[in-house]
């Protein structure tokens, strides 16, 4: 293995990832959570930029760590979780089916680690800088891709007719 | 502008942030006491828990600026290859601005841009 920049920036910023994402499980606070999400999506989108994805790690940054976030907060905010003992749980079936689940990850993951580590999914295609422009994201979405696109139209509009529906109940 | 660089300018803003407060940290002069470490309300004793529920109006609020934020996005890579695909792409947005529009006019319709 070559020992250059992008190596190392790739290694500083997985340990960052993995590390944010294990203080955000452990957190007690849901905010402090929320704050270690961030940097969390922080990293990610810096894991994007070595993989020559410029134009979605732009938006990693703007809607995720941006948008997303405060809606997460305004979520928490929601909840009104005044005492913390409420989210402790005694050891039922939801937790036997979350370790049964984290397992399947851990094996998928390791399937996918392997086949990587094993020499078949390791090049990077010399067109990756040009992919990862706003340009060809835009002349594949609005040709090949178009009708994606508009469903992604009707997506928004479920979502907005959807969080109006959930909280009409204010407004009647 | 190559990657590499702007991986080098985003951490020249880090490092530029964080070593103003850290310095900042270092020069200043500090004393701590328990005092200062109290929520401030004008002076009087705090009383009760800072934990509120929010109105659910910020929420609907905040979800309609993460959908026009989305669409924005969308006419982003629109606006760069507007000029090369022409009518084709015009006519596209065209459709897909009128069906979020759509869901704006539903939230404004059922009076959720009303702040009461």
């Known amino acids: 293995m070559k020992f250059d920049l992008e190596t190392v920036l790739f290694f500083s910023l997985a340990v960052m990832a993995i590390g944010s994402a294990i203080m955000m499980i452990t957190r007690k ?3 402090t959570s929320a704050l270690y999400l961030i940097l969390n999506f922080f990293t990610v989108s810096g894991l994007y930029l070595l993989l020559k994805a ?6 990693q940054v703007l809607v995720y760590m941006g948008a997303i976030m405060v809606l997460f907060l305004f979520v ?3 909840l009104n979780l005044q005492d913390e003992k409420i989210l ?3 050891f039922t079936y939801r937790k036997i089916t979350a370790v049964l689940l984290s397992i399947f990850l851990f094996c998928l993951l390791s399937f996918t680690i392997y086949f990587g580590f094993s020499g078949k999914f390791t090049a990077m295609s010399d067109k990756a800088v040009e992919i990862g422009t706003a340009e060809f994201l835009g002349s594949e979405l609005f040709t090949n891709f178009s009708f994606p696109f508009e469903l992604a139209s009707f997506l928004l509009l479920a979502a907005i007719v959807g969080a109006v529906v959930l909280a009409k109940k204010k407004f009647e | 502008m190559s990657t590499e660089s702007l ?3 985003f951490i020249a803003g880090v490092v530029m942030v964080g070593g103003g407060i850290i ?5 200043a002069p500090t004393s701590k006491n328990a005092v200062k ?5 004008c002076g009087i004793p705090t009383k009760g828990e800072s934990w509120v529920q929010f109105k659910v109006g910020y929420y609907l609020f905040a979800i309609l600026f993460l959908i026009f934020d989305v669409e924005t996005i969308f006419m982003v890579p629109w606006a ?3 000029g090369e695909l022409g009518l084709v792409a015009f006519i596209e947005i065209l459709i897909f601005l009128i069906i979020v529009s759509l869901g704006l006019l539903y939230a404004w319709q059922k009076g959720a841009l009303k702040w009461d």
């Not at chain 2, 310095?23 to 020069?27: A, G, I, K, M, P």
């Not at chain 2, 470490?37 to 309300?41: F, G, I, L, Q, V």
């Open chain 1, 29 to 31: 606070s849901p905010i």
């Open chain 1, 54 to 59: 410029q134009f979605i790690a732009i938006i």
């Open chain 1, 76 to 78: 928490i905010m929601l």
């Open chain 1, 88 to 90: 402790k749980e005694k």
């Open chain 2, 7 to 9: 991986i080098v300018f």
């Open chain 2, 23 to 27: 310095v900042s940290e270092l020069v």
């Open chain 2, 37 to 41: 470490d109290e929520t401030y309300e």
């Open chain 2, 80 to 82: 760069v290859v507007m």
